[in-house]
Every structure is written in structure tokens, then in C-alpha cells.
């Protein structure tokens, strides 16, 4: 029972943190690999600027309606 405890905690333990030998536990999280981003193509931009259209759509209908029911 105890071994299978120990089998379970060791696989829990082996994707984000590491056990040292003498049982203290390393929690500090695994640092990715930095990137820079690549600039947006025309399909991406033309979504980025739909979806602004939409949010200032949706907030002046909100502006509005509150406006309306005050």
C-alpha cells in the first residue's frame, strides 16, 4: 500500500516539481523558453479588427440601453 503511494506521489511530482534525496521538494515551476512573437498576417488583422468592431458595438448597445432604462 505504501509503495503505491510512493509510485503515485513520484509520478505526481515528475511533471512540475523535483523531490530532492533527503524528502525537500523543489517547487519552483519549469520556465518555458522565451520567443519573440511574429507580426500578425492579413487574415489575423482583418480578425483583430472585427472583433474590435464587435466590443465597441457591444459596449455602446450596453451604454445605450442603460441609458435607456434610467
Known amino acids: 500500500m505504501l509503495a503505491d ?3 503515485i506521489r513520484q ?3 515528475s511533471d512540475s516539481c523535483q523531490e530532492a534525496l ?3 521538494l523543489n517547487n519552483y515551476a519549469i520556465e518555458t523558453p522565451v520567443y519573440y512573437s511574429e507580426y500578425p498576417n492579413s487574415e489575423q ?3 483583430y479588427a472585427f472583433q474590435g468592431a464587435c466590443a465597441i458595438l457591444l459596449v455602446n448597445v450596453l ?3 442603460a441609458l435607456a432604462v434610467s
Open 63 to 65: 451604454i445605450l440601453k
Open 22 to 24: 533527503n524528502g525537500q
Open 5 to 7: 503511494a510512493n509510485a
Open 11 to 13: 509520478v505526481a511530482l
Open 45 to 47: 488583422q482583418r480578425r
